[in-house]
């Protein structure tokens, strides 16, 4: 059974920083790119950030140059460092895996979700 467990949301005054992890549990045969949507009330899932197993990031234009994503594929975990937050970057941010099982084959797999709020 994989899981992705998310943490390390909360509350920040714009110009603040966060740190979101997603660690992927164990028994993984192969992960792959690992990233983060977010979702902002009433309003669609949008991607922010992924990183291939060979490091390749890709960002959102809103967040280029303020988040950094990376990660530790010893320990199968991604991290989000957010930097300079603003109030648009409010939402529920949810982590996701690309996870290739024999029972399974190529799955995409996602966390329960972290909330971030940004106050002005």
């Known amino acids: 059974q994989v899981q992705l467990v998310e943490s390390g949301g909360g509350s920040v005054q714009a110009g603040g920083s966060l740190r979101l992890s997603c660690a992927a549990s164990?028994?993984?045969?192969?992960?792959?790119?690992m990233g983060w949507y977010r979702q902002a009330p009433g309003k669609q899932r949008d991607v922010v950030a992924s990183?291939?197993?060979?490091?390749?990031?890709a960002y959102a234009d809103s967040v280029k140059g303020r988040f950094t994503i990376s990660r530790d594929n010893a320990k199968n975990t991604a991290f989000l460092q957010m930097n300079s937050l603003k109030p648009e970057d409010t939402a529920v941010y949810y982590c996701y895996a690309n996870i290739w099982t024999p029972y399974r084959g190529s799955y995409d797999y996602w966390g329960q979700g972290t909330q971030v709020t940004v106050s002005s």
């Open positions: 990183i291939t197993s060979g490091g390749n990031t």
């Open positions: 164990a028994n993984i045969f192969r992960l792959n790119t």
